[in-house]
């Protein structure tokens, strides 16, 4: 028996929506929803600003021509939020007659794990398929290897710390260097391997910062004085700021800056790559509704679709594994 099962009602008008924190590509993903939806002969409603625009009724009729020239744009066309009164009973039923008033009886949300925690609970509670679609720079949602807007954010995180490597070396400075990763430390990982950092510091590995320092003390006697830190916002250390602290507390004569990348992460053109799945995750999202899946979460794994149930995707965390971890142990020395 498949884990998802097949709605006897046929899906002829579907809503899309982009939820929680914006990311690269998410603009491909909605381009790629409208226009198979309505190769399907399905209309297609934009829904503004998440599960507010639900609760408040700010629902639009999307053409082909809605999305033309999106694919490029970073951020999302139909906005973003988070809405409190969703999570509410009496919000879910004012976001139920709004769908119902315009027809909509399928639904497609973009974004992380608290977006499709309210679609699963929406879904059981008015009968109403929805797909997950993992919108999200922080790579933390199981079920996918990639999710959109990852690859874009760790390609500016890296162009920004390679600079900042050039301004380390010319006054060998330290520079402690906080990328995005509330729960995940991915951005982290994948930048700081990239780049050469000495130390990368993650939410999912305590933080020894008294080995840190001994690698340090270390290094100044070598006179290595040039070293780069990567810390994901989420380490449980407290972050750059912390982490530098300390340093400069336990080191005064080091040299230590801190630079915080920020939403710089979150916005510009999405790469060929996060294009690429945000298109694809959005053509099959359409397809499964057309085929009658219901609460499914659809992701990319060994270069293939994979689906899940939504409330798999809600449950489950995507982990680092040990190998990355010894990769980062082994070429930071």
């Not at 294009?275 to 659809?298: D, P, Q, T």
Request: a positive charge.
């Amino acid at each position: 028996m498949p884990y998802f099962w097949r709605m006897e009602k046929k899906v002829t008008k579907i809503g899309v929506l982009t939820s929680g924190g914006d990311s690269p590509g998410m603009n491909a993903c909605i381009r790629a929803v409208v226009r198979t939806g309505i190769h399907h002969g399905l209309e297609v409603y934009g829904i503004m600003r998440g599960y507010s625009g639900m609760v408040e009724n700010d629902i639009i009729r999307m053409e082909s021509r809605s999305v033309a020239n999106i694919i490029q744009r970073g951020g999302t066309i139909l906005k973003t939020s988070r809405c409190k009164e969703f999570f509410t009973p009496e919000g879910r039923k004012k976001a139920y007659d709004n769908l119902k008033k315009h027809g909509i009886n399928g639904l497609v949300i973009i974004g992380g794990d608290g977006s499709f925690r309210g679609a699963q609970i929406f879904s059981n509670e008015f009968d109403i398929p929805c797909i997950g679609l993992p919108g999200t720079i922080d790579k933390d949602i199981a079920g996918t290897d990639f999710t959109i807007g990852f690859d874009t954010a760790v390609n500016t995180a890296v162009e920004a710390i390679d600079k900042i490597r050039d301004t380390a070396d010319a006054h060998d400075r330290l520079f402690v260097i906080e990328v995005m990763g509330r729960d995940a430390g991915y951005i982290a990982l994948h930048s700081g391997i990239a780049t050469g950092a000495e130390n990368i510091l993650i939410p999912e590995r305590k933080t020894e910062i008294e080995k840190i320092i001994t690698q340090l003390e270390e290094k100044e006697r070598r006179h290595k004085l040039v070293n780069l830190i990567v810390v994901a916002e989420g380490d449980e250390f407290g972050g750059g700021n912390e982490v530098a602290r300390v340093l400069k507390q336990r080191m005064p004569l080091l040299e230590v800056r801190v630079c915080i990348l920020g939403h710089i992460q979150r916005g510009g053109s999405p790469s060929c790559f996060d294009r690429l799945i945000a298109s694809r995750m959005g053509y099959h999202a359409v397809e499964s509704l057309v085929e009658g899946k219901n609460n499914v979460f659809i992701g990319i794994v060994n270069n293939k679709i994979n689906y899940i149930p939504l409330d798999e995707a809600i449950k489950k965390k995507q982990r680092i594994s040990e190998e990355w971890l010894k990769i980062v142990k082994i070429l930071a020395t």
